[in-house]
């Protein structure tokens, strides 16, 4: 709360902020936040886009790792997304969307080291704001990394959780496209 002075009757009024997702992470049965997400479109122009407005109204998976061009991230996670998006929207998935706390630049070039991805939209959380409304940081400062993603993947409908894949620190056990799809 915040604590607000009014002159003009010498007494405090009391604000009551937003709340905050400093609680526990996303769940099954949560709306998810809105929030802003930065990506290059297919003209090389950046663009800021709600998340509410890419999962209203359809069956969505969002992913998240810790960071671009990391090993389990590079070579597992994002590849098997990749890889599987066909079946999973034969399975009624509408758009498969990817999180991380980087910078629009550096996802737009990891992107583009996968040229046959047609259907992951890569985004970016450059400050962690969108992680955080999801209640997903990681905390890598001890490896130089500063304030990351957990890794999870969520299956969304009409912006509500359906399955939350939530990792514990940075395995990768249940957050795959394998794992979505055996919950589809």
């Known amino acids: 709360m915040e604590r607000v002075a ?3 009757r010498s007494r405090s009024i009391i604000k009551k902020s937003a709340p905050s997702r400093d609680m526990a992470p996303i769940a099954v049965g949560n709306v998810i936040p809105d929030g802003t997400l930065s990506y290059f479109d297919d003209k090389d122009d950046l663009q800021s886009v709600s998340v509410h407005s890419l999962a209203a109204g359809k069956k969505v998976i969002l992913f998240g790792v810790p960071g671009a061009f990391t090993p389990t991230c590079s070579l597992k996670h994002v590849p098997g997304f990749i890889e599987r998006a066909e079946e999973l929207k034969s399975k009624g998935v509408d758009d498969i969307l990817l999180v ?8 737009k070039a990891w992107a583009k080291s996968y040229p046959e991805n047609k259907h992951v939209k ?3 959380d450059g400050l962690a704001k969108y992680t955080h409304a999801l209640g997903l940081e990681l905390d890598l ?9 957990r890794r999870f993947a969520l299956l969304l409908d009409d912006l509500k959780v359906k399955v939350a894949n939530i990792e514990s620190g940075g395995e990768f056990t249940v957050s795959s496209a394998e794992e979505i799809i055996k919950a589809l």
Do not use: E, I, Q
């Open 122 to 124: 890569f985004l970016a």
């Open 6 to 8: 009014n002159r003009s």
């Open 100 to 107: 991380s706390v980087n910078d629009p630049f550096v996802m």
């Open 141 to 149: 400062g001890d490896k130089g990394l500063g304030t990351r993603s």
